[in-house]
């Protein structure tokens, strides 16, 4: 059973930059597919971005494209989001997700991932 633990929330301002940060457990991390997914208040959870289960391949909202970047070290069981040129609609608390299938795509989809951590809150102000 997989186990998934974020960090690197905060509070920043418009314009700023943050890392989060994903750490897996109990799955062998290297043969899944891993999103980053987040959820404001009153909304729906929504997609951010994904990347497959070696880093080659990756994906992003629309609304992220050119500011938020995706990664993986499989060596260190961990998956990143590195978010930069934050609005304050990107407030939200932010999941990390580990797919179903092995050896898979990125997905966009919440129904693809087996897996949730806990959630990080991140905060941007005006």
């Known amino acids: 059973q997989g186990r998934l633990v974020e960090s690197g929330g905060g509070l920043v301002q418009a314009g700023g930059s943050l890392r989060l940060s994903c750490a897996a457990s109990?799955?062998?991390?290297?043969?899944?597919?891993m999103g980053w997914f987040r959820q404001a208040p009153g909304k729906e959870r929504e997609f951010v971005a994904a990347?497959?289960?070696?880093?080659?391949?990756?994906a992003y909202a629309d609304s992220v494209k050119g500011r938020f970047t995706i990664s993986r070290d499989n060596a260190k069981n961990t998956v990143y989001l590195q978010m930069n040129s934050l609005k304050p609609e990107d407030t939200a608390v932010y999941y990390c997700?580990?797919?179903?299938?092995?050896?898979?795509?990125?997905?966009?989809?919440?129904?693809?991932?087996?897996?949730w951590g806990q959630g990080t809150q991140v905060t941007v102000s005006a």
């Open positions: 997700a580990e797919t179903a299938a092995a050896l898979g795509p990125p997905r966009s989809s919440t129904r693809d991932y087996a897996y």
């Open positions: 990347t497959s289960w070696n880093g080659g391949i990756t």
């Open positions: 109990g799955r062998t991390f290297s043969r899944y597919a």
